[in-house]
């Protein structure tokens, strides 16, 4: 079945680097690729997403970039912070929407 | 911001009960979404909802699980006959075309 694998599934960064996280992906159908940010007790927040149309996306010091070919994904945060610290999952979606598959998560400790 | 607001927080029940996990989809939102995280793993899709029908499920959403808009608005998630098992965080997802995905803060469940 689909899959999705996330690594590091633990990273730990001196607040002001840069943090990287990968993904590959198993279903060459999937066509939208969300990033989640999960802070203790909360539900996931949407805090980036690509589409297959797109190789590579900013908002600010979160960017996703995205290779259809390898099926890989990541996620680059820069001068990171302590409120960084979460962990973040990757997901990939079919067209349609109907179905999101998970990474197993990276936890991100950034230390002040 | 539009939210997925899901009741109760935490829910505790004796194995063997039924219980029913509550959403309130944002409201514009056409597709729906029930997700499980057991402690400290991924997030796993079980169930999505279109059109007041399942549009997809996976193999953890068997014969105890349903779901159901009851009245237009809430979406509910019914586990039949809970086993210690099926103790985790619940989230209600939803997607909108141009929100993409949004989370509940979830609801915890605990099986004793």
């Known amino acids: 079945g689909e899959n999705v694998e996330q690594h590091p599934s633990t990273l730990s960064v001196q607040e002001g680097d840069s943090a990287v996280i990968k993904c590959t992906y198993s279903?060459?159908?999937?066509?939208?690729f969300p990033w989640y940010k999960q802070e203790l007790g909360k539900g996931p927040q949407l805090i980036i997403d690509?589409?297959?149309?797109?190789g590579e996306k900013k908002d600010q010091r979160i960017a996703v970039t995205l290779n259809k070919t390898a099926k890989h994904f990541s996620l680059h945060i820069t001068e990171t912070q302590p409120e960084d610290s979460a962990v973040y999952f990757c997901?990939?979606?079919?067209?349609?929407?109907?179905?999101?598959?998970f990474g197993a998560g990276t936890r991100l400790f950034v230390k002040a | 911001e539009p939210e997925v607001t899901q009741t109760p927080s935490h829910q505790v029940t004796q194995m063997g009960q039924e219980v029913i996990l509550r959403c309130v989809p944002i409201?514009?939102?056409?597709?729906f979404y029930w997700y499980r995280q057991i402690l400290g793993q991924k997030v796993e899709f079980l169930v999505s909802?279109?059109?007041?029908?399942?549009?997809?499920k996976s193999e953890i959403f068997d014969d105890q699980f349903s779901v159901e808009r009851p009245d237009g608005s809430n979406f509910t998630l019914k586990i039949r006959s809970t086993k210690l098992e099926d103790s985790a965080m619940y989230f209600c997802?939803?997607?909108?075309?141009?929100?993409?995905?949004?989370f509940g803060s979830g609801t915890r469940l605990t099986v004793v």
């Open positions: 997901a990939a979606s079919p067209p349609g929407g109907f179905k999101t598959i």
């Open positions: 279903d060459s159908a999937s066509n939208y």
């Open positions: 690509i589409r297959s149309n797109v």
């Open positions: 409201s514009n939102h056409l597709y």
């Open positions: 909802f279109y059109n007041n029908e399942i549009s997809e």
């Open positions: 997802a939803t997607y909108g075309q141009g929100d993409g995905y949004t």
